[in-house]
């Protein structure tokens, strides 16, 4: 049943969806809907002054729809805004413009994922979607040490998600994907080398199911059935240290490809002023595209560490959510589920 609130206005009732209705309503998760928000592109019709709690209109239903068609087809959040403001015409140019750009870097569409199987148990999702999440999430992980939970990556199904997350204690990377199958929740850890050596196996099954069973993560697709060994031992409250973070008072909303372009040697600088973005390296100053909200900060990164996490983001833009130069930056990045980073920032040199 859809989660309405009425409220009266003058002679009229209004139904407005909490942020959980509007994306069960609309296929675009509730991170996604956060994610627009913060970046201005599909603000909440109210946020109660109150809670915080962020309510949409049934009108907003359709608008989210089109956004997140057009980001599965990886249209820009600029190329977003331009077509919802234009006549149908211009944006059937824009639309056109830009699906000619992907047919020149990519020769052939992608095949229609085949039907979901009778009998493919476990939550389903794409294969090469997990095969893309577990890469992105695995760099947190750790590669040895004193707790082998650290080694692994925490899985968390709850029936509307599937979230996967690894952590050093140092790094924190977490990623949401919506299954094409719910199932009954579960959760687990499982070890990372063996989700690693199942990659390739993975992107080749248009769709693959996830289930705990006799103490191992089993994947099932067409190809066959593949087995992880899981890590009895609890995961880390992630979602403590997520919410133990110091307030956001700078965020920045830059070009992922922009950012990858700096140098890769020294101290990387952002200098965020009201609406500028200098990034400063061992190859000097620049100014970045970027749409800056809050305070002006300066904040410096080993460029190693940043790179990694611009480069498992996902889609073409990634927002920095800044609360001090000696605090952790939240980077997050949204197309059809989302991907947060905790990056920690090095001394200004």
């Known amino acids: ?120 148990g476990g939550v389903v999702v794409p294969g090469a979607a997990l095969a893309e999440a577990f890469e992105q999430v695995r760099a947190a992980a750790a590669t040895g040490g004193e707790f082998p939970v650290l080694t692994g990556v925490f899985l ?77 031992e609890p995961f880390p409250d992630y979602r403590a240290v997520l919410a133990g973070l110091a307030p956001v008072r700078t965020r920045v909303v ?4 922009a950012l990858l372009a700096t140098a890769s040697t020294g101290p990387l600088v952002l200098s965020i002023t009201e609406s500028v973005l200098t990034v400063r390296d061992s190859r000097g100053a620049r100014a970045l595209p970027a749409v800056v909200r809050g305070a002006p900060l300066d904040i410096a990164f080993d460029p190693e560490v940043l790179r990694a996490a611009l480069t498992s983001a996902v889609g073409p833009e990634v927002m920095l959510d800044l609360a001090a130069a000696d605090q952790p930056a939240m980077l997050r990045s949204a197309t059809d589920g989302d991907l947060t980073t905790l990056v920690m920032p090095v001394h200004l040199p």
């Open 1 to 120: 049943m859809r989660q309405e609130i009425q409220v009266r206005q003058g002679r009229e009732e209004v139904n407005e969806l909490t942020i959980g209705a509007m994306a069960r309503a609309t296929g675009v998760t509730a991170s996604a809907l956060r994610f627009y928000d913060d970046c201005g592109l599909l603000p909440p019709a109210r946020v109660d002054p109150a809670t915080g709690y962020r309510y949409y209109t049934e009108e907003q239903c359709g608008q989210a729809v089109v956004i997140r068609r057009l980001r599965e087809i990886e249209v820009p959040l600029e190329l977003v805004v331009r077509i919802l403001a234009a006549e149908p015409a211009q944006a059937a140019r824009l639309l056109d413009e830009h699906v000619a750009g992907l047919q020149q870097r990519a020769r052939a569409a992608a095949a229609v994922a085949a039907a979901i199987k009778r009998g493919l």
């Open 156 to 232: 968390e199904a709850d029936g509307s998600a599937l979230t996967l997350t690894a952590t050093d204690r140092y790094r924190l990377s977490t990623r949401t994907l919506v299954p094409r199958q719910p199932a009954a929740p579960w959760s687990a850890v499982v070890a990372a080398a063996d989700l690693a050596a199942a990659g390739a196996w993975l992107r080749a099954g248009a769709e693959v199911g996830l289930a705990v069973e006799d103490g191992a993560l089993t994947l099932t697709a067409t190809g066959g059935v593949r087995r992880c060994a899981l890590i009895d």
């Open 254 to 257: 830059a070009e992922r490809a």
